[in-house]
């Protein structure tokens, strides 16, 4: 069974920065490829970044330029730094192997003064 355990959320005031850290199981974790999604209230699960695992990455166009999505195979870990946060990034955040649909617990950002 794959497990997922996403850290790294908080409370920040706008223009400011979150990591964001996700744990994941499994023996193929070098060449999957993982994403990081968000589900804000009163809306539908997006995903906001992915990345193989050769390391090509994609962003969502709300993203694109703020956040940047990496990976540690080492580790079986992927991360989301996030910068220049706006409120409208509030949300709580997930990893997931893009493959295959199990979810974590999460992780809550809220960007607020």
């Known amino acids: 069974q794959v497990q997922l355990v996403e850290s790294g959320g908080g409370l920040v005031q706008p223009g400011g920065s979150l990591r964001l850290s996700c744990v994941a199981s499994?023996?193929?974790?070098?060449?999957?490829?993982m994403g990081w999604f968000r589900q804000a209230p009163g809306k539908q699960r997006e995903l906001v970044a992915a990345?193989?695992?050769?390391?090509?990455?994609n962003y969502a166009d709300s993203v694109k330029g703020r956040f940047t999505i990496s990976r540690d195979n080492a580790k079986n870990t992927v991360y989301l730094q996030m910068n220049s946060l706006k409120p409208e990034d509030t949300a709580v955040y997930y990893c997931?192997?893009?493959?295959?649909?199990?979810w974590g617990q999460g992780t809550q950002v809220t960007v607020s003064s």
């Open positions: 990345i193989t695992g050769g390391g090509s990455s």
């Open positions: 997931r192997y893009i493959a295959v649909e199990i």
């Open positions: 499994g023996r193929l974790f070098r060449i999957s490829s």
